[in-house]
């Protein structure tokens, strides 16, 4: 089901933007260098800039039509927007600020939003009391209470370190699973977007460069400048088919394949069998061997068929894809490696992963 769809052509001093996709629910990264076009593609979105062309229609209710000379001003648009600064009034609470332009807003919706992103015990604190992360999800709290049919967030996470990273990305999660609300959001983090992106916009130079879900596009070798550039990575999906409490251990079958992992920390939510899950896993971290070693202690160790080999421009390394069922892994070795070992398309090797190289956080895996 298409939610939102974009066809424009704006101007920023002598940059042009000039992007065209469509996006269903859940997060749709935008991604890119700086100065690619991010940010003024969501302003143009939100109506915040003029356009010279636009189509946007969401949900199959038009926001803007040139053609038709039609131009809903930003606040008839219901698009909530969150900035990189999160712009709360510092002389309202956390419940004036939540409600302040709050459209068509009920208790019991002003409730499930204060539950949702922890908030119950800070609505009668003041702005200037709060720590970044917990200003941060007010702002979000107060963009879901326009009762937005679309949510903008550029760079949500950019003023804070990576611990309150970490701490607000469930909650980003929990909006994801818990409303319909199609979200865009902009990000320079591979990190971020690894985590939370089903679908991925890469724009450069105010174009689209590639589209697609996320785990297809983090798989293509000829992205690398763009996605990673020497530190690219996968996205892996498996099921949790069982933990061992001794050891700390869970077990993921990826492509009926038995990956060996680390459990959640204490603290953390404990994943059940048959949890569904997104493994990244970096290029960099993957070794190849052509037979099953044993008497070595990484713990994983797939067979999987090489079906692409790209070398680095000018440099000592080499990519190489391989198939794993209807997944994809990539390995990051030396071209001499690639020559002693006569690797080659087609080839069955056995791509070697400590465990220690699965993204340590396991996140859960949304449809
Ligand atoms: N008001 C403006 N006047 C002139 N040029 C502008 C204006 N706003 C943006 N630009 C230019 O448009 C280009 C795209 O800017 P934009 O802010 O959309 O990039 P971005 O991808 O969001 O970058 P970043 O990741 O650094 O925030 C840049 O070259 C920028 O200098």
Redesign the pocket.
């Known amino acids: 089901m298409v939610e939102l769809s974009v066809d424009i052509r704006a101007r920023?001093?002598?940059?042009t933007?000039e992007c065209a996709f469509e996006a269903g629910p859940g997060i749709t990264a935008?991604f890119?260098?700086?100065?690619?076009?991010?940010?003024?593609?969501?302003?143009a979105l939100a109506g915040l800039?003029a356009c010279d062309r636009a189509r946007i229609s969401i949900g199959g209710r038009l926001l803007e039509d040139t053609d038709k000379r039609l131009r809903l001003p930003a606040r008839a648009r219901r698009i909530g927007f969150v900035f990189?600064d999160d712009r709360l009034f510092p002389h309202m609470s956390v419940r004036r600020n939540m409600t302040y332009g709050a459209k068509g807003e009920t208790s019991t919706a002003f409730a499930s939003v204060t539950d949702l992103l922890g908030l119950d015990r800070l609505l009668d604190r003041m702005p200037g009391t709060l720590s970044g992360g917990e200003r941060k999800r007010v702002a979000i709290a107060r963009a879901l209470l326009s009762s937005p049919q679309l949510l903008l967030m550029?760079?949500p996470l950019a003023s804070l370190d990576h611990a309150r990273r970490d701490r607000i990305m469930p909650y980003l999660e929990r909006i994801r699973a818990e409303t319909s609300i199609p979200i865009l959001y902009?990000s320079?983090e591979l990190g971020e977007v690894s985590r939370l992106a089903d679908t991925l916009v890469i724009?450069d130079d105010?174009r689209v460069a590639a589209h697609g879900a996320a785990a297809d596009l983090f798989a293509r070798l000829d992205l690398g400048p763009l996605l990673g550039g020497n530190d690219t990575s996968v996205l892996l999906k498996g099921r949790v088919t069982g933990t061992d409490e001794r050891w700390g251990m869970v077990e993921v079958d990826v492509e009926g394949r038995k990956l060996h992992l680390l459990a959640p920390p204490p603290g953390e939510e404990a994943v059940a069998p048959g949890t569904m899950l997104r493994l990244r896993v970096h290029a960099r971290d993957v070794a190849i061997s052509l037979a099953p070693l044993a008497g070595i202690s990484m713990r994983n160790q797939l067979p999987m068929v090489i079906d692409a080999i790209r070398n680095e421009e000018g440099g000592a390394h080499a990519e190489i894809r391989g198939r794993i069922g209807g997944q994809f892994l990539r390995a990051r070795v030396t071209r001499q490696t690639v020559h002693e070992l006569a690797l080659h398309e087609g080839m069955t090797v056995h791509a070697l992963v400590k465990t220690i190289s699965f993204e340590r956080r396991l996140v859960q895996e949304h449809a």
């Not at 920023?12 to 940059?15: Q, R, V």
């Not at 890119?32 to 302003?43: E, F, M, P, Q």
């Open positions: 920023a001093g002598n940059f933007l935008i890119g260098r700086s100065g690619a076009g991010k940010s003024t593609l969501l302003r800039v990189q550029d760079e902009v320079h724009l105010g």
